[in-house]
């Protein structure tokens, strides 16, 4: 919201010598994202109003060039070359003089120019900084005084605060709003746009009814006649405009325009001759469509609020208005609409046509219900001032029932919210700054303005009498700690798990839990594998990604190709998150009641509802694992980095994984490895399917990991303690097996430890290292040599020479009765 400084004096009564940055730390210690303050038409100097006296027409030339003659109030006219076509003699013209300044530092000078010195340069809005663009001259109106300061004529210096509007402030999208927390910031007298005195109707304007309560409780229609559609637009209310970052279009859609940024209602104009039979306000009936302003045909949705007449629909109801019932140049007679629709509906109507509006923007964050009977009668009323129009008796006027909100707060709940005495007057004092009506005196009784649709508990209203009493005003002190508490420890592994990975040289990322049903098919999921079966949320974020994760690689996958995009070429990345796994005999969750606690009865179905929630970790890899340098080549990423990260998180839990091959997607069926801890499934590695590597536009030969976390923590051993450092050295033992070629590497690892542990020296072993893989004519076609580094030490003594072969023979007896090993040599 781009608020004019000098829009907004009109309303709060502020001192002279407030500058614009003082406005704006007010509001920001009030509570508003004020994002900047801008000087704008400081830079403006030298331009004056004139008159054009003489047009000589030069020819020979490619395009029209006008040699005009414009008095400008001194003792002769000023000759000055201008090449727009859309003025002629006698028109008011604004001309900036040699040594004048435009917007932007544009230096004017005298200069010959198409064989005539032109003295000046007469000027449009876009050469003043009123529009972007403009066809032709900005024409004044014919009273305008001559050789007048057009600078100071027009104010078209100014200070303009840039204010982000927060979802639950609606109020503060206005002149009006804004005005009202200036004023109430500085202590001084606030003037309300919106206090008119309207005139009371007898009769009814255009008919109109409501169909559908739930989605318009109030609908609003006045009527006019004999509008002159060629009239322009004042130029005051073009340059507010253009401050507050809107084009001027039309005189009518500019009051429209105008009296939205004013007033916080928007309003909607419909051409009278265009309308067929009464207008209903309704949802979307099967099969209607809409061609709206922007030339789009949209097929409408059954959720869709309407206003439409005989002939079908005329406009999506707070969102954007019909071709058909369109002001244009030859309107003469028109139906000014305002109406007050339900804010949820109208949200989710403008992400379902994906549109955006200065009205949606302004109804989806809550409109003051009150406003429509004002803002479309003030709205006829400049019609007929500026435009010559005739205002129609009577008003059309259906609504809806609407209950009062009543908030009951005890007089000193914003002092214990805030942990500061503000006493029951200042409570008082505040809550009727914001507009509510108080009574009580222990036990206030707060009735909201309605313009405050977000104040709806009493911690609404606490919150109201702290930030204006100032935030900063709340005394700072440390929490303290309640003793006995601190993380779980499921918390703690969490914790320990990303500081690990970490360590590892992975990049944490975070991505939103959604997905779309397009991720299924790009994993490669089969059709009836269970990650298929997604939950989908009422009220998505984009319709795109409408459904909750059941696993973390889709967005994973997305941020690799992402940063890979970017010119990293080797990338690690994990992300921990829970996912979604519904249940399939999961019952319809209940809905009880607001004005109680649930029951415990109502808590476990509830509970029962609800998906199963895992937390997971997940890793992705690409490019070079090991970079290349002056110490020799690089390592790519591989299945086996995947697996070392599976085995980095599981050694954080204190469980040792076994690894199996394995077929499961997204993953290579000859490359991916099931990770079990105590015999239980607790997630996959390995390398992508060739398919999804392509669907994700990877690398070939990307790989990725997913543990359940969940599943490990139930397994953890509790409080991690440090390892015993041992005194006495380590005894070492190689051994090369000969196994057949599609034997893998971890079941005759597992087969070693087994053997070990039948031998009785488990506690000795350190570790198993597998550090050569060897296939060649030295062990035969379709075998493979795998050599291992077995690790012994004792806690108490040095090991001899003896106990580690003994370990070893026990070992390779093992290998060769699981898996067919041979001892390579042997």
């Not at 727009?84 to 120019?113: E, M, Q």
């Not at 005195?197 to 309560?213: F, K, L, N, Q, R």
């Amino acid at each position: 919201m781009r608020v004019p400084v000098s829009w907004l004096r009109e309303y709060a009564q502020l001192p002279a010598e407030v500058t614009a940055r003082d406005i704006a730390q007010k509001l920001i210690a009030a509570g508003l994202e004020v994002e900047s303050v801008e000087a704008v038409g400081h830079d403006v100097s030298g331009v004056v109003t004139g008159q054009v006296l003489e047009i000589e027409e030069l020819t020979g030339f490619k395009k029209p060039i006008r040699f005009c003659q414009v008095d400008v109030g001194e003792a002769e006219p000023r000759g000055i070359v201008c090449g727009a076509t859309n003025f002629t003699v006698g028109d008011r013209v604004p001309a900036s003089l040699p040594g004048a300044v435009l917007p932007g530092g544009f230096k004017i000078a005298a200069r010959k120019t198409y064989g005539r010195v032109s003295d000046g340069m007469i000027c449009s809005e876009a050469e003043l900084g009123l529009a972007e663009s403009s066809p032709g001259i900005l024409v004044l109106p014919p009273d305008t005084p001559l050789g007048a300061d057009f600078v100071e004529l027009v104010g078209l210096r100014d200070e303009v605060l840039d204010i982000a509007i927060t979802p639950d402030r609606g109020y503060t999208a206005s002149i009006r709003g804004i005005a009202r927390e200036a004023a109430t910031a500085f202590g001084v007298p606030f003037r309300d746009p919106a206090d008119v005195e309207i005139p009371a109707e007898t009769g009814e304007s255009y008919p109109a009814s409501i169909a559908d309560p739930t989605g318009c409780d109030r609908f609003v229609l006045r009527e006019v006649r004999g509008f002159a559609p060629d009239t322009p637009s004042p130029l005051w209310m073009r340059v507010r405009l253009a401050r507050a970052g809107m084009r001027s279009v039309s005189l009518a859609v500019d009051v429209t325009n105008y009296l939205m940024l004013e007033l916080g209602q928007p309003l909607h104009a419909f051409d009278r001759t265009k309308l067929t039979g009464p207008i209903v306000v309704r949802r979307a009936e099967p099969g209607e469509r809409l061609e709206t302003l922007d030339h789009v045909v949209r097929d409408l949705h059954p959720d869709d609020i309407l206003i439409t007449d005989g002939s079908g629909p005329l406009s999506l109801a707070g969102t954007m208005g019909g071709l058909n019932t369109e002001i244009d140049e030859k309107s003469t007679d028109m139906v000014i609409e305002g109406a007050h629709f339900a804010a949820s509906d109208l949200a989710r109507q403008g992400r379902r046509h994906k549109l955006k509006s200065e009205a949606l923007y302004r109804f989806e964050r809550g409109v003051d219900r009150e406003l429509p009977l004002v803002a479309t009668y003030r709205a006829v009323r400049m019609l007929a001032e500026l435009g010559g129009a005739e205002i129609l008796p009577g008003v059309t006027h259906a609504e809806a029932p609407a209950e009062t909100v009543t908030i009951t707060i005890p007089a000193n709940h914003p002092d214990r919210v805030a942990g500061v005495t503000y006493g029951h007057d200042t409570v008082v004092r505040r809550l009727r700054d914001v507009g509510c009506e108080v009574t009580g005196e222990d036990v206030l009784t707060v009735t909201p303005p309605s313009w405050r649709p977000d104040l709806c508990d009493p911690n609404d209203l606490a919150e109201e009498v702290i930030r204006l009493e100032g935030y900063e005003n709340i005394p700072a002190r440390a929490p303290r700690s309640v003793a006995g508490r601190g993380l779980t420890p499921a918390q703690r592994l969490r914790r320990r798990v990303g500081r690990a990975l970490a360590a590892a040289g992975y990049h944490e990322v975070i991505n939103y839990p959604f997905v779309s049903a397009a991720d299924s098919d790009a994993l490669q999921l089969p059709a009836d594998d269970a990650r298929r079966r997604a939950l989908r949320l009422a009220n998505p974020l984009t319709e795109e990604e409408p459904f909750l994760r059941t696993t973390l690689l889709p967005a994973l996958l997305r941020s690799l190709h992402r940063n890979l995009g970017r010119g990293f070429s080797d990338v690690a990345l994990f992300e921990t998150g829970l996912v979604y796994r519904p249940r399939p005999d999961a019952p319809t969750p209940p809905r009880p009641p607001v004005d109680r606690a649930p029951t415990a009865e109502e808590l476990a179905a509830i509970e029962a509802a609800l998906p199963d929630q895992p937390f997971r970790v997940a890793v992705v890899l690409a490019g070079q694992r090991e970079p290349a340098g002056w110490w020799g080549e690089g390592r790519p990423a591989t299945w086996a980095d995947a697996i070392e990260a599976a085995r980095i998180v599981a050694a954080e839990a204190g469980v040792e994984l076994e690894v199996k091959a394995d077929q499961h997607a997204p993953w290579h069926p000859g490359r991916c490895a099931a990770l079990f801890a105590d015999g239980t499934l607790v997630g996959h590695a390995g390398e992508l399917h060739p398919r999804v590597t392509k669907a994700f536009d990877l690398p070939a030969r990307a790989c990725a990991m997913e543990l359940d976390l969940s599943r490990l923590e139930s397994k953890a051993v509790g409080t991690v303690l440090a390892p015993h450092i041992a005194t006495y050295p380590v005894a070492t033992q190689d051994i090369a097996l000969t196994v057949a070629h599609d034997v893998p590497a971890a079941e005759v690892e597992t087969a070693l430890r087994a053997g070990i542990e039948t031998h009785g020296a488990a506690e000795l072993l350190e570790s198993i290292r597998l550090f050569d893989v060897y296939t060649g004519e030295q062990v035969g076609e379709g075998n493979k040599s795998l050599a291992y580094t077995l690790r012994f030490r004792a806690p108490d003594r040095t090991l001899t020479a003896e106990e580690t072969t003994a370990a070893r023979d026990a070992a390779v007896a093992a290998a060769a009765e699981r898996v067919g090993a041979v001892l390579r040599g042997a």
